[in-house]
């Protein structure tokens, strides 16, 4: 039987990680963005303050680059000595944007901090802030960006401790939107003795086993278009029979949002306006009081579409909402991109049963819909020529073998508008 402790889970803090592009934005909404990752990292200490934590884990990626900015730095040193003076201990691992063959200035660590070294991996013990033992706590940092061996091999439990964490800046599972660094599956580290496995290095926070506990805090602070929705950390109570419990904290200072806005049944141009603002509005909302950056997507059939092909209706409602939106405070929505997925109006009916070409092309697109594995092997073959080649397939080889439905979808309406068009000049 152990005691009762509580800890904060967080990865992939990217301290000072450039946000590029968005030249025309307003200078408010660049500096936002410049200053996010900071923010969330304060965040991080004012949680782990406020909820009274016996110390904090993190599992990699402290820093957005090896050669990790001064600011970044000193950034951390000043948040850790906050959790110092509260009696928070921290345990970290250097990932691969931030292993420790990159520069670094000399800086003192302060009291409570423990950072595990490079090449084989180490164990510290955690306490309560009573002085109890609470847990073993393990890791072991990149000693360089590329490290693509199983690291997980690596790791046992000892016997001395009531509970046992890991920390582990690696791919589990081979997920293929990030380098296959530190590969290992989940059958290796639910069978090693270990409670909980605190892991960095996906940027999507999820659970991928429960007791014992396998976990992606995901990143503190969403960093571009492709990160939506809320970051943080998971802050985690441990019983003293073992009894685990998570709950997620957002920490993201400024907040990446998708909206899907569907053109059906929306007549004129003012109309379609109108959709796109409550849906910025939704998107305020969801952000729970933190500016927004917000991409917008139109989709769907409608009397607009052949207005939307052009791209100048698209901009012209893109510098609108712009406008009309921005209003410098602490809960601001920016419109950075105003994106049109729409397509002709269709008799879907009446396609699914043409004799013709088109109508085959239909069919065949409903069964690559309903048949995940046939669509995966239809689109390999489709791209064979682009994966074959020496640049491009090495710079898209990740993402085969999870080519999206929706560009199913899309190839499918483009293909059949076209046709229906061709068909119409005759």
């Given at each position: 039987?152990?005691?009762?402790?509580?800890?904060?889970?967080?990865?992939?803090?990217?301290?000072?990680?450039?946000?590029?592009?968005?030249?025309?934005?307003?200078?408010?909404?660049?500096?936002?963005?410049?200053?996010?990752?900071?923010?969330?990292?304060?965040?991080?200490?004012?949680?782990?303050?406020?909820?009274?934590?016996?110390?904090?884990?993190?599992?990699?990626?402290?820093?957005?680059?090896?050669?990790?900015?001064?600011?970044?730095?000193?950034?951390?040193?000043?948040?850790?000595?906050?959790?110092?003076?509260?009696?928070?201990?921290?345990?970290?691992?250097?990932?691969?944007?931030?292993?420790?063959?990159?520069?670094?200035?000399?800086?003192?660590?302060?009291?409570?901090?423990?950072?595990?070294?490079?090449?084989?991996?180490?164990?510290?013990?955690?306490?309560?802030?009573?002085?109890?033992?609470?847990?073993?706590?393990?890791?072991?940092?990149?000693?360089?960006?590329?490290?693509?061996?199983?690291?997980?091999?690596?790791?046992?439990?000892?016997?001395?401790?009531?509970?046992?964490?890991?920390?582990?800046?690696?791919?589990?599972?081979?997920?293929?939107?990030?380098?296959?660094?530190?590969?290992?599956?989940?059958?290796?580290?639910?069978?090693?003795?270990?409670?909980?496995w605190a892991l960095g290095h996906i940027h999507k926070r999820e659970v991928l086993h429960q007791y014992p506990h396998v976990v992606y805090s995901g990143n503190s602070q969403g960093r571009n278009p492709r990160e939506i929705g809320a970051k943080g950390c998971y802050l985690v109570d441990v019983s003293a029979s073992g009894a685990t419990d998570l709950t997620f904290l957002p920490l993201d200072a400024v907040?990446?949002?998708?909206?899907?806005?569907?053109?059906?049944?929306?007549?004129?141009?003012?109309?379609?306006?109108?959709?796109?603002?409550?849906?910025?509005?939704?998107?305020?909302?969801?952000?729970?009081?933190?500016?927004?950056?917000?991409?917008?997507?139109?989709?769907?059939?409608?009397?607009?579409?052949?207005?939307?092909?052009?791209?100048?209706?698209?901009?012209?409602?893109?510098?609108?909402?712009?406008?009309?939106?921005?209003?410098?405070?602490?809960?601001?929505?920016?419109?950075?991109?105003?994106?049109?997925?729409?397509?002709a109006q269709m008799d879907w009916a009446a396609l699914a049963m043409d004799d013709g070409f088109t109508g085959e092309l239909y069919r065949l697109g409903e069964r690559l819909r309903e048949n995940s594995e046939a669509w995966r092997m239809f689109a390999r073959a489709a791209i064979s020529d682009i994966d074959s080649h020496a640049k491009l397939g090495k710079l898209c080889r990740r993402s085969w073998d999870?080519?999206?439905?929706?560009?199913?979808?899309?190839?499918?309406?483009?293909?059949?508008?076209?046709?229906?068009?061709?068909?119409?000049?005759?």
């Amino acid at each position: 039987m152990g005691v009762s402790f509580r800890f904060i889970h967080a990865a992939d803090l990217h301290l000072d990680s450039p946000f590029r592009g968005l030249v025309k934005a307003p200078d408010a909404v660049r500096t936002a963005l410049s200053a996010a990752t900071f923010a969330a990292l304060r965040r991080l200490t004012d949680a782990a303050i406020e909820h009274e934590v016996d110390f904090v884990v993190v599992a990699g990626d402290l820093f957005d680059e090896a050669d990790r900015s001064l600011r970044a730095q000193f950034a951390l040193m000043k948040e850790w000595e906050r959790l110092a003076g509260h009696g928070i201990a921290v345990y970290a691992i250097h990932g691969n944007h931030d292993h420790l063959g990159g520069r670094r200035a000399r800086l003192k660590l302060p009291d409570g901090v423990h950072i595990f070294g490079a090449n084989r991996v180490q164990s510290a013990p955690a306490y309560t802030r009573g002085g109890e033992l609470a847990a073993n706590v393990y890791g072991v940092s990149y000693g360089e960006r590329a490290v693509t061996e199983n690291l997980a091999l690596s790791y046992a439990a000892d016997a001395d401790a009531p509970y046992h964490i890991a920390l582990l800046h690696g791919n589990v599972g081979g997920d293929p939107s990030h380098d296959s660094y530190a590969p290992c599956s989940l059958e290796q580290l639910t069978g090693g003795g270990f409670h909980y496995w605190a892991l960095g290095h996906i940027h999507k926070r999820e659970v991928l086993h429960q007791y014992p506990h396998v976990v992606y805090s995901g990143n503190s602070q969403g960093r571009n278009p492709r990160e939506i929705g809320a970051k943080g950390c998971y802050l985690v109570d441990v019983s003293a029979s073992g009894a685990t419990d998570l709950t997620f904290l957002p920490l993201d200072a400024v907040r990446w949002q998708e909206m899907i806005v569907p053109i059906e049944g929306a007549a004129t141009e003012q109309e379609l306006l109108s959709r796109l603002q409550a849906a910025a509005g939704s998107a305020s909302e969801e952000g729970e009081g933190r500016p927004v950056m917000l991409r917008l997507k139109l989709a769907g059939s409608g009397p607009l579409h052949a207005r939307l092909k052009d791209g100048s209706l698209t901009a012209a409602l893109l510098e609108q909402l712009q406008e009309e939106l921005w209003r410098e405070g602490s809960a601001w929505v920016y419109v950075h991109s105003l994106e049109a997925s729409t397509f002709a109006q269709m008799d879907w009916a009446a396609l699914a049963m043409d004799d013709g070409f088109t109508g085959e092309l239909y069919r065949l697109g409903e069964r690559l819909r309903e048949n995940s594995e046939a669509w995966r092997m239809f689109a390999r073959a489709a791209i064979s020529d682009i994966d074959s080649h020496a640049k491009l397939g090495k710079l898209c080889r990740r993402s085969w073998d999870e080519l999206p439905m929706d560009w199913l979808e899309e190839a499918r309406l483009l293909a059949i508008e076209a046709i229906a068009e061709e068909g119409e000049k005759e």
